[in-house]
């Protein structure tokens, strides 16, 4: 299956799909990340954040970094619309509707280069139309070349017996251009989904590329 613009315009027809503003369990998972970019970068100027849905993580990490310069990309408009009414209050957000794919891909996205890229819970969505195009490691070197020297890649996504494997060959091409510097596991109760749900938290630091990959500094485990 393809999840193209079509795709999530249908699901975000729903108010709140996945429940984002009223979840205990995506609050926790972003106060992870928070944590995440604290610990590997400590002031950020510039962050993007891919796959900003309506919002809510972005208005926090506004409140956590106002002096960064913040720019969020969906693919929906819907979602980009009411993304613009959750962080109104926040004058150092910018919202951009577009393909993540084409502006990574394709070197769209605007001339600066950015401390930090947020992309939580929306890689395994790429996957079929990257796999399709051949472009998924171009999308990831895009991602990379988008960042600064010394820059981090911070990603959470759900882990099951579909996206385990998804996941493993994004993380193994990745680290062709960047090192994993912080890995956690963590599984708890998920009330939109009313089972417990596993994900993980990734932390990848750009590298020159004649550096040695490390193993990861940090690891963390969660029951």
Known sequence: MIFNKDYFEKVFDKESPWGYSTSEYEKKKYLRQLEAIVRCCR????????????????????????GARILCVDIATQAIERAKKTCDCFKNVELMEGDIIELFSRGKLPSHKFDVIVQSECLYYL????????????????????????????????INAVTRNVMGIYYLILKR??????????????????????????????????????????????P
Not at 179 to 184: D, W
Not at 188 to 210: A, C, G, I, M, S
């Open 127 to 158: 996957f079929p139309t990257l796999l399709f195009r051949m472009d998924l490691v171009s999308y990831l070197r895009g991602m990379a070349r988008t960042l600064t020297d010394e820059g981090i890649f911070v990603t959470s996504n759900g």
């Open 43 to 66: 002031e950020p100027k510039n962050i993007l954040e891919v796959g900003c849905a309506e919002g809510i993580h972005t208005a926090m990490i506004a409140q956590a970094f106002p």
């Open 177 to 222: 251009y960047c090192a994993p510097v912080f890995s956690a596991q963590y599984r708890e109760w998920n009330e939109y989904r009313n089972k417990h749900v596993t994900y993980d938290l990734r932390v990848f630091r750009k590298v020159n590329r004649r550096e040695r990959i490390q193993e990861p500094e940090l690891a963390a485990q969660a």
